[in-house]
């Protein structure tokens, strides 16, 4: 018999919903854990595909009812036509005025690095036009009948041939607005007609340089991807089953992590950008080149950051090879600043005392920067520089003239590692914990765990190398550090447990494992009488002068003390367990 | 809910956020997202192409703090708090927040949400 069989709980994170982990034992949902983030935005994942997952929102309300909440100013919509899907869902819209003011209007404010994108297809008239109104954005116009860009005012567009006459028009903009419309139109520069019509489908307004696949709404806005309170199962390092991340609280406090040539980045030094070049680790055409153009003998982009605090800080850039592969990631001007050098055909960096490089696949890495900043001078710039060699610069600008690498996902925080890429669009964003939790309290009448009698097996890796004292996990009478069995990631290298009596450390075991390394994790009591161990061996048998968990009655994960954390299995037994069983369960 | 405050200083923010709750090892023991933005840039500083400082940023005397509050914000914090053009410097990643925020930011401050011309 399988000693599987014998365990009251097991948790493989493989199912999910919104809020909830399914555990694959019990069956009856008695194991299943609630799940909170309260981020959708600021949460991203690397899913099955190998590729960095989001959160997406169409903010349109009422995307593809163009009768309601849309305002229609000389013009009609009629609904049941055929769309470029098959379905009969688009609709016409037709100008029955002559006022110059024929348009479909929603009223929307909004901010930020966004894309705005409509199907579209010829009627009587050939052209649509797109306005960002009542701030300073683009009029922009779409060849209907050639499926070519007319004039665009600003940011990107790009018309895209979707079959039958349909095309998905889309423009990306970065600014205020409070009002988006829509134009039939006769020509390019031509709003003013007395009739005719197109057809329209799927309008969506999303963040980001890219319009992605449509999301429905109706009454109010609609998500997909990552949603705020989903648990993200985890495919990074090209891994072929998931694993539950939970991190810690994090900003970004790269304004436009996506679109470099924003104003709220400082600029550029010997170089162009070209947005949306080729395909970011995200897997869509939004990754930016950066290239030198002969004007110095350097490239560079860069933005001054005033940090709040002293403390370590990571900026990081996901970075693919172009004619140049040798790229500079630095904290410059700080009091501890400095820079990394990385390799980006054979992934490799300078020194590891300088940061980190990890390979997204297809041949784009994520090549990270870390240093301690002091608070003797908290002002400096985040750089990146394309370097002719990992410790020489160009020459002279002839040399750097023409030198390029793809760039996508700046990210920038305070911490000593870096953690899943936060999008940011115009402004910092926080992504808040994750809080994995029992909900109710109950494991002891579930039978999940005995009074005072019980074997917690955990398969987890720490994530990061932070010296400080960080929790990530408390099984324990309720959520909070009073009474239990805690496991801890010390200041040093290791990881400790503590036993936790009445607010107080009764017991405490130090240096079972190690961090940033796959562990599993044991502990088996029976009153007084604990074992710990880790990773097929034996660290404590009935030792020390443990009280004992008889209070454990479930589970939480730490979210304001919290070590980032990937978990690959959690085991519960309603019995303390023998020795070769411990032994057995706990071998990698 | 999302909300910003702004205090005299950072002893000032520290004692309300303090007063959020912490646990005997003097991390927090409230649910709420703190965010400790600090004397925020008002007017970016100029630099020339080698990066060297033409003139400093302008920061703001005061210190800044945004809250994802767990449910509604608390009140005794409600005299700190400030509002300004949709997103500010910074914002939580949640849709639900940023729409009641941007919801409650227009109602109070419609000036900060331009009418749409009527240009052609």
Redesign the interface.
């Known amino acids: 018999m399988s000693l599987l069989n014998k365990a009251s709980l097991i948790q493989i994170p493989s199912g999910y919903k919104d809020g909830t982990l399914y555990s694959a034992k019990p069956t009856n949902g008695d194991g299943d854990f609630t799940f909170s983030r309260?981020?959708?935005?600021?949460?991203t994942r690397v899913n099955s595909d190998g590729l960095i997952e989001k959160?997406r929102?169409n903010l349109l309300l009422q995307s593809n009812q163009f009768d309601t909440t849309w305002g229609t100013y000389d013009t009609s919509v009629t609904s049941g036509q055929s769309g470029y899907d098959g379905s009969s869902d688009a609709w016409l819209l037709d100008i029955t005025g002559a006022t110059?003011?024929q348009t479909l209007r929603q009223t929307i404010?909004?901010?930020?690095a966004q894309t705005f994108s409509v199907y579209a297809k010829a009627g009587t008239l050939n052209w649509i036009r797109f306005t960002f109104?009542?701030?300073t954005g683009p009029t922009i116009y779409f060849d209907l009948q050639n499926g070519t860009l007319g004039s665009v005012g600003g940011g990107v567009s790009k018309i895209e041939d979707v079959g039958n006459g349909w095309y998905r028009c889309s423009s990306f903009f970065s600014g205020?607005?409070?009002?988006l419309r829509i134009y039939p139109a006769t020509a390019n520069n031509n709003?003013?007609q007395s009739s005719g019509n197109i057809y329209i489908q799927h309008a969506q307004l999303e963040a980001g340089l890219v319009s992605t696949p449509y999301i429905e709404t109706g009454a109010t806005?609609a998500?997909a991807g990552i949603l705020?309170d989903m648990p993200r199962l985890d495919y990074s390092g090209g891994a072929t089953c998931p694993s539950l991340l939970l991190e810690p609280?994090r900003?970004n406090l790269i304004?436009d992590s996506e679109y470099f040539s924003s104003s709220t980045w400082?600029g550029t030094?010997g170089a162009v950008l070209t947005e949306n070049d080729t395909t970011s680790p995200e897997g869509v055409q939004n990754a930016t080149k950066i290239e030198g153009d002969g004007a110095?003998s350097f490239i560079r982009l860069?933005d001054?950051q005033?940090f709040?605090?002293a403390g370590d800080y990571s900026f990081s850039f996901f970075a693919k090879a172009g004619n140049a592969n040798f790229i500079e990631v630095s904290l410059?001007?700080y009091d501890g600043g400095g820079a990394a050098n990385f390799d980006l055909l054979n992934g490799t960096i300078d020194d590891v005392a300088n940061g980190s490089i990890e390979d997204y696949g297809n041949g784009w890495y994520r090549c990270t920067c870390i240093k301690s900043i002091g608070a003797t001078d908290l002002?400096g710039?985040a750089n990146l520089y394309i370097r002719k060699s990992l410790t020489e610069n160009w020459d002279n600008a002839a040399e750097a003239n023409g030198k390029y690498v793809y760039i996508y996902g700046a990210m920038l925080e305070e911490g000593s590692y870096p953690t899943s890429y936060?999008p940011t669009y115009?402004?910092?964003?926080?992504?808040?914990?994750d809080a994995l939790e029992t909900s109710p309290y109950d494991y002891q009448s579930q039978g999940v765990l005995g009074a005072n009698v019980g074997t917690i097996i955990l398969d987890c890796e720490t994530i990061g190398t932070s010296t400080g004292s960080n929790d990530f996990h408390m099984f324990g009478e309720a959520k909070?550090?009073a009474d239990g069995y805690l496991f801890r990631a010390n200041t040093g290298t290791t990881i400790d447990i503590l036993e936790r009596d009445s607010?107080s450390t009764s017991a405490q075991w130090t240096g079972i494992a190690v961090k940033q390394t796959r562990n599993k994790i044991a502990v088996s009591y029976s009153g007084s009488d604990v074992d710990v161990y880790a990773n097929g061996v034996a660290k404590s048998l009935s030792s020390g002068t443990p009280v004992g968990g008889g209070n454990i009655n479930g589970f939480a994960n730490s979210?304001?003390?919290s070590a980032g954390l990937i978990i690959h299995q959690i085991l519960l037994f309603p019995n303390k367990l023998t020795n070769d069983e411990l032994a057995d369960l706990t071998t990698l | 809910m999302f909300r910003k405050y702004e205090f005299k200083n950072e002893t000032e923010a520290n004692t309300f956020i303090d007063g959020l709750g912490v646990d005997e090892e003097g991390n927090p023991s409230h649910p709420h997202s703190i965010v400790r933005l600090g004397n925020i840039v008002l007017t970016e500083g100029t630099y020339d192409s080698e990066g060297e400082v033409i003139t400093e940023p302008v920061l703001s005397s005061k210190y800044h703090v945004d809250v994802l509050w767990q449910g509604d914000a608390i009140s005794s914090w409600d005299n700190k708090m400030v509002w300004c053009p949709p997103m500010g410097v910074h914002t939580f990643g949640s849709s639900r927040a940023i729409a009641e925020w941007t919801e409650k930011c227009k109602e109070l401050h419609p000036e900060y949400f331009p009418e749409p011309s009527e240009e052609i």
């Open positions: 309260g981020s959708n935005l600021a949460a959160g929102e110059g003011f404010s909004n901010s930020g109104a009542g701030g205020s607005f409070t009002e709003p003013v806005t998500q705020e609280q900003s304004l400082q030094t110095a860069y001054f005033n709040a605090s410059l001007g002002n710039s936060i115009g402004s910092s964003v926080t992504r808040s914990s909070s550090i607010n979210t304001s003390n």
